[in-house]
């Protein structure tokens, strides 16, 4: 499980980290878009957003390289 989660969880800093020092989440509720009441609160769902994303992607990986074992 670590091999899928930890390589999910530092991609999710670096994904966060990138995406929320282009875009407010201030700026995209005044699109139109209420991501959230407080930017705290959208950081963290963009956090855990993410980090699901990537860990799907690690875990699909991690099947395909190594296979099902029964």
Do not use: K, N
């Not at 005044?30 to 860990?55: I, K, M, Q």
């Amino acid at each position: 499980m670590m091999q899928v989660f930890w390589p999910a969880f530092l991609m999710a800093i670096v994904a966060e980290g990138v995406l929320f020092s282009v875009v407010d989440p201030q700026e995209l509720a005044s699109l139109g878009l209420p991501l959230a009441s407080s930017r705290e609160a959208a950081y963290t769902l963009g956090f855990f957003v993410f980090w699901a994303l990537f860990a799907c992607s690690s875990g699909m990986t991690y099947l395909l390289s190594h296979g099902m074992r029964e």
